[in-house]
């Protein structure tokens, strides 16, 4: 059982590149969902999806796409990488136990 | 969801209980306390929550006032692992799928 798999942990972008960050979980979760944090903040709701097929915006979804074919993938998309992306990114899936949310180990990202 | 507020930080000795406060004094009946600690920028991990009983677990004891304006996170002995990031949020706690609403949170240090 490995909970909450992030890749990659570190990349390193320029400005306009695209690039798709990847999560998967293996606990049959049904509610998964993307954060960012910046340095000093704490987390920001980017995306989230309550099951397969059904996504939602958050907070701070813009420049963000994201999909969810799969109960166990929910990846995210930068489709134009810009420096204000520059943040480390954190999924996270939730099941049965409302509010116990079970986090990846992050996702460094910096745009240059 | 109702807004929270934490002392942005806090010291520990080591082997002394850790108190941590948080306020919360707009949470509605339907609203649980949940607290979540984040270790040197790895993922949050979920500590305790509770509604209006007292709460107690492997981790922690949560001590939710009679009104449920106000909580406490209690560390019975802090260790220097402990050293973290601690975030109390409420949220609606009856289905999953409600987004968390991170702060800033309380830096704690537990010293030698």
């Known amino acids: 059982n490995a909970g909450v798999t992030q890749t990659p942990k570190f990349q390193v972008l320029k400005t306009g590149q695209s690039m798709t960050l990847q999560c998967a979980q293996d606990?049959?979760?049904?509610?998964m969902s993307w954060y960012r944090q910046d340095p000093g903040m704490g987390l920001r709701l980017i995306h989230y999806s309550v099951g397969a097929g059904i996504t939602d915006q958050g907070e701070v979804p813009n420049g963000y796409n994201v999909s969810r074919s799969t109960t166990e993938d929910f990846p995210l998309r930068l489709l134009s990488a810009a420096p204000s992306q520059t943040s480390v990114y954190f999924c996270a899936s939730e099941g049965a136990a409302p509010g116990e949310l079970f986090f990846g180990e992050g996702s460094r990202l910096t745009v240059l | 969801d109702a807004k929270t507020t934490q002392p942005p930080s806090m010291d520990c000795a080591e082997g002394r209980a850790a108190n941590l406060p948080c306020n919360h004094s707009?949470?509605?009946?339907?609203?649980?306390v949940y607290w979540y600690r984040q270790i040197h920028s790895q993922g949050p991990q979920y500590i305790i929550h509770?509604?209006?009983n007292n709460e107690t677990n492997e981790m922690a004891s949560l001590i939710i006032t009679e009104d449920r304006k106000s909580s406490t996170l209690i560390l019975p002995h802090a260790t220097l692992r402990d050293t973290a990031v601690y975030y109390c949020i409420v949220r609606v706690g009856s289905n999953s799928g409600y987004a968390l609403n991170f702060g800033k949170g309380t830096s704690l240090l537990v010293t030698p």
């Open positions: 707009t949470i509605s009946g339907n609203e649980y």
């Open positions: 606990m049959n979760h049904e509610y």
């Open positions: 509770g509604l209006k």
